[in-house]
């Protein structure tokens, strides 16, 4: 039985009573909805629909955002096409209600849960066919417009609608004028165009535009002011601010910035710590497609690295708020992780994002604040509005009742009786948090042992940056106090040290500034009548061929070679690796002197190292032999690229392209790895050359790419796709070399050698 209008009324009126983002008012208005329909009362069902809207803003999804979105949208056009029948017949208030809402999903739409830019477009087409001429809500259409065209990096489009808008007033009830004049002038920041950020917001700074009470909307302006070089009044807004609770995301990222580009960087952990809830939260799985949130991983992951090439890593406690027995969270990061992680999430959603926008100007403009420099050496701030979070002593983990020494002890031996893995690591680490808390340093030195332990078994390489972190403390608590450790843990220490540095030396992980630190703490407790040293000064002038220094690299080696011969350092691994230096430095007479020792032993299985500089001395007949009694047993990166180059520069092209489709595996690249080693560099751009010869020469083919353990096979490759794959990958990965090595030496190399040079 259809219920009659006042009992409809009644409750819609008890909806409006409740939370409009629970689920009981979704229910309660969603059930109204065919009872109005059928009463046939339109006043009524447009108010229901636009009251269960706005519960649909809120509404979790599991998927896709679009299960919302979608249903969100088609209900308002339900309401769009009622009012455009009958313009007069609704309340001006409810009709505002309506734009208000439009104007949301299409900021979703732009911002929030992107859609491709093409179906925004027909969108706002489409609502303007329904708008009459002079409505308000013509306003709000053309701020999507600017919006969108400011996302695609449309600027001659952004110009002229920005004209347009600035002879109008936001229309009242459906945007908040000093909002509007806030999400421009961030627009205009990101852009590029600092003078129109500023002279966005200047009739809000100015008193013209009202903001609520407190609110301080002048931080938007960090940046501009930063460039245009107008720093009081950055540094004022900046003082002002900064510890303000509740930040939007673009607030974050523009105070991020600031700090890491005046050489604050200790005041932007400050503001990071102040602000992780948010970033958390940003990246959520709910909300991974937020716009803002990509400027604000970007802008947390250029803090971290500045941080960690300055020294400023530290281990330190993200501290989790649930309290749930099944947290899976782990306690214990690094500025070095948490800045890897924030960088390739900002990445990847700007590639994304390019993708839905036909444009690579996301990608461009992430790229460049991910490598931005200081604008500002040292820019002095004010002292510290509030004691430092960055510093503060964690809170006791919510998950683990033991606070005392001999309870965490307990905790410890618990854990070490627990099948390795990462329930055990997670568990070490709260113990280390509460230690922490606590002030136990002793046990806390008992966990890092533990946790050093773990992390050294074999499999854990991609653990890298915790093993890194692990023993920098260990060799920190040893350099502050040499008696705490006693006479064996120090051995156990040195013993991680050359597993420790070549994970870190051939994958991404710790930079190479924080490896050289490393390096100067152990050289200071190298032990008497021990290795200690070699290691050092080996792996010194593995630093300098990564830095791209030549002679610094020929420096470091002849004080190794000085040392008094240890005899692991002359097996194959050893003198292989060193062969490595010198060719990714173009020392060619070094590569050949440093193969010798194999040589001599008659271990010519890897002299295919030598192809490059073979060729580069005029060769070419030794390079022929060598290629042809090795290019059956290249399996490996350095190797393959060697006679993958070969094969290029010799026309050798049907050799290259049977090396190239056996090796394959060294080519994949899963979705979501993030190992790219540094050997791989040449190998990509050897490839690059190969495949690109082969398609100059007329004889490309296509060809299916084997399956693999994470990939089912796929047909329709071919030299042509193969080169563009590998420039692209070849691209992404050489950018996060040169910020881990902190030069594009290697990068400039390997590009040049895939162009041919």
Partial sequence: MTAGRQELRARLDAAYELDGGSEGYRAATKAILPHAEALGDFELLFEARLAYTFGLRSKPWKNNPREVTGEWLAVLRQCLLMWHAEPHRYPEGNVSAMWA??????????????????????????????????????????????????????????????????????????????????????????????????????????????????????????????????????????????????????????????????????????????????????????????????????????????????????????????????????????????????????????????????????????????????????LDLPPDAAPPRHRAVPRLSPHLDATDADGLRRTLDRARAMEPGVPRIRLIQRVMQNAMAGGEAAVLLDARFALLEDLLRPGREDWRTDLFACLVELFRAHDARPALLGADRPAVMWRAVPILLPRVLTRFGAHLRQIRAFLDLLERHCRPGADDLHHVRWFRTWVEARAGDRDAARAAWARFQALPRVGRFTAREYVLRSVRWWLDLGCDPEAFEAMEPLLDTGDTGREDYLLPAYLRA?????????????????????????????????????????????????????????????????????????????????????????????????????????????????????RRWEEILGTDFHTRAALALADGG
């Avoid at 523009?254 to 890491?260: I, K, N, P």
């Avoid at 947290?327 to 992680?341: D, F, K, R």
């Avoid at 190797?639 to 049907?654: I, Q, S």
């Avoid at 050799?655 to 790219?676: A, K, N, Q, T």
Wanted: glycine share 8%; proline share 5%; aromatic share 6%.
């Fill in 618 to 734: 005029g060769r070419l007949d030794k390079a022929a032999e060598v290629h042809e009694r090795t290019h059956r047993t290249a399996r490996e990166a350095p190797e393959v690229a060697a006679h993958l180059e070969f094969c290029a520069r010799t026309g050798a092209l049907d050799r290259g392209r049977e090396i190239l489709r056996r090796s394959l595996g060294l080519f994949h690249v899963p979705p979501g790895d993030r190992g790219f080693e540094f050997d791989r560099l040449r190998a990509f751009a050897a490839a690059i050359l190969l495949s690109e010869r082969v398609v100059a020469a007329g004889r490309d083919e296509t060809w299916t790419w084997p399956a693999d353990e994470c990939c089912p096979p796929e047909d329709g490759w071919s030299h042509a796709r193969m080169a563009g794959a590998c420039r692209d990958l070849l691209t992404v990965y050489s």
């Fill in 101 to 378: 809402q439009l104007c949301q999903v299409l900021d979703a739409f732009v911002r929030l849960f992107p859609e491709p830019a093409d179906r925004i477009r027909r969108l706002i087409d489409e609502l303007e066919r329904h708008c009459p001429p002079g409505h308000g809500a013509r306003y709000v259409l053309d701020h999507e417009r600017l919006q969108l065209a400011a996302r695609c990096g449309n600027l001659d489009e952004v110009e002229r609608l920005w004209r347009r808008l600035r002879a109008q007033d936001p229309p009242e009830g459906i945007l908040v004028p000093a909002g509007v004049a806030a999400q421009n002038a961030i627009m205009w920041a990101r852009l590029g165009r600092d003078d129109r950020a500023v002279e966005a917001l200047a009739p809000v700074l100015a008193g013209q535009v009202p903001t609520g009470e407190g609110v301080d909307l002048e931080d938007r302006l960090l940046m501009p002011y930063l460039r245009l070089g107008r720093l009081d009044e950055a540094v004022a807004a900046h003082q002002r601010t900064y510890t303000r609770p509740g930040m939007k995301l673009e607030e974050l990222a523009a105070h991020l910035e600031f700090c890491a580009r005046t050489g604050n960087e200790e005041r932007g952990l400050d503001v990071l710590h102040r602000n992780l809830g948010r970033i958390d939260y940003g990246f959520a799985s709910h909300v991974t497609a937020r716009f803002d949130a990509m400027w604000t991983a970007a802008a947390a992951a250029l803090l971290c690295r500045r941080a960690a090439e300055k020294g400023l890593d530290r281990e330190w406690v993200w501290e989790c708020d649930c309290e749930g027995p099944d947290c899976g969270s782990m306690a214990v990061y690094t500025y070095t992780e948490l800045g890897a992680n924030l960088r390739w999430s900002a990445m990847d959603f700007a590639e994304r994002m390019d993708e839905l926008n036909g444009t690579s100007h996301l990608s461009e403009r992430i790229d460049a604040l991910l490598h931005a420099e200081p604008i500002v050496d040292r």
